[in-house]
Nanobody, 134 residues
Framework: QLQVAESGGGLVQPGGSLRLTCTAS??????????VGWFRQAPGKEREGVAC????????HYVESVKGRFTISRDNAKNEVYLQMNNLEPEDTAVYYC?????????????????????????WGQGTQVTVSS
């Protein structure tokens, strides 16, 4: 079973940037065979899909609220997936989760309505806090 972990969260001012990293923590396993999604959950709100990327990195999707500000990418040689967050807003404050899945890739590639939901993923990290405040 694949274990994943997130890092890079912290406190930033509005307009600032932050880069989150997702990596596999299971010995002998990597993210290369998995589609990866970033989710976030703010206090009192439902978890929402922020961005996702296919196994190859050739397909990406974003929720409308982060388009033009966030970029998801992956470096399979380094066993890492990133979420570059620019022009951060207070509304971006949330716990951010990385999720991975094999079968999720089919949905990611075929999607025409943004990132797939959390039910498409099998492996989840513990989350990293992102706080945007002045």
């Amino acid at each position: 079973q694949l274990q994943v972990a997130e890092s890079g969260g912290g406190l930033v001012q509005p307009g600032g940037s932050l880069r989150l990293t997702c990596t596999a923590s299971t010995s002998g396993r990597s993210l290369r065979g998995h589609a990866v999604g970033w989710f976030r959950q703010a206090p009192g709100k439902e978890r929402e899909g922020v961005a996702c990327i296919s196994m190859s990195g050739g397909t990406t999707h974003y929720v409308e609220s982060v388009k033009g500000r966030f970029t998801i990418s992956r470096d399979n040689a380094k066993n890492e997936v990133y979420l570059q967050m620019n022009n951060l807003e207070p509304e971006d404050t949330a716990v951010y989760y990385c999720a991975a899945g094999v079968h999720a890739n089919t949905v990611v590639v075929a999607s025409t309505s943004g990132p797939p939901g959390e039910g498409e993923y099998d492996y989840w990290g513990q989350g990293t806090q992102v706080t945007v405040s002045s």
